[in-house]
């Protein structure tokens, strides 16, 4: 059926390791984001894609990487370089528009150990 | 600097009564408004949107009404039942051609419903 995947559910890293989240989707929606929920915050936009191949920073986009190598996947990394990296991470996509919002993934816990 | 705010981090109500979660915005430039539902350790699900052009956008027990000259809008509940208790989420985000639809949310309020 269709949908959205994101994988592992929870995720354990070490100081100073990097670590890849996954996101698939097979809706066929264009445009992708990576959202981090934090406790009392909200959520806050990491990185998004419109189209393959391309990418922007979002509001908090230091410590994190990201590709689009194909339209179903947009994985984000997670480097040693994010200081405070212990969050619930959200992947959604859209469609071009987006009266509707998003739909988001089922979320990855990561926990800094 | 957080574009939309939910100042109501908790709300608890009854069963049966109705159930209202504000939100209020800076960015004059957003045409289009939803709410998101949350339960723990699961991707937020879309509830109910407005666009700019409305005041009021009604779906079931769930209506949302649009302030635009403060900024504000509101989510009712009614009535309100012990599935509905969750999170709560604003959002918003500027239409047009050239946008890339970033939604800006809101921190989230959390609903219990007692029975």
């Known amino acids: 059926d269709g949908g959205i995947t994101q994988s592992p559910k929870y995720l354990f890293r070490k100081e100073g390791q990097n670590v890849t989240l996954s996101c698939e989707q097979n809706l066929n929606h264009d445009a992708m984001y990576w959202y981090r929920q934090d406790p009392g915050q909200g959520l806050r936009l990491i990185y998004y894609?419109?189209?393959?191949?391309?990418?922007q920073k979002g509001d908090i986009a230091e410590g994190y990487s990201v590709s689009r190598e194909k339209k179903e996947s947009f994985p984000l990394t997670v480097t040693s370089a994010q200081k405070n990296p212990t969050a619930f991470y959200l992947c959604?996509?859209?469609?071009?528009?987006?009266?509707?919002?998003?739909?988001f993934g089922s979320g990855t816990r990561l926990t800094v150990v | 600097d957080q574009q939309v705010k939910q100042n109501s981090p908790s709300l608890s109500v009854q069963e049966g009564r109705i159930s209202i979660l504000n939100c209020d915005y800076t960015?004059?430039?957003?045409?289009?408004f939803l709410w998101y539902k949350k339960y723990p350790a699961e991707g937020p699900t879309f509830l109910i949107s407005i666009s700019s052009i409305k005041d009021k956008n009604e779906d079931g027990r769930f209506t949302v009404f649009l302030n635009k000259s403060a900024k504000h809008l509101s989510l009712h509940i009614v009535p309100s039942q012990p599935g509905d208790s969750a999170v709560y989420f604003c959002?918003?985000?500027?239409?047009?051609?050239?946008?890339?639809?970033?939604?800006?949310f809101g921190a989230g309020t959390t609903v219990t419903v007692r029975a």
């Open positions: 894609s419109q189209i393959v191949n391309d990418f």
């Open positions: 959002a918003a985000y500027v239409g047009g051609l050239l946008n890339d639809y970033k939604l800006s």
């Open positions: 960015n004059s430039m957003f045409d289009y």
């Open positions: 959604a996509v859209t469609k071009d528009r987006g009266h509707y919002g998003y739909t």
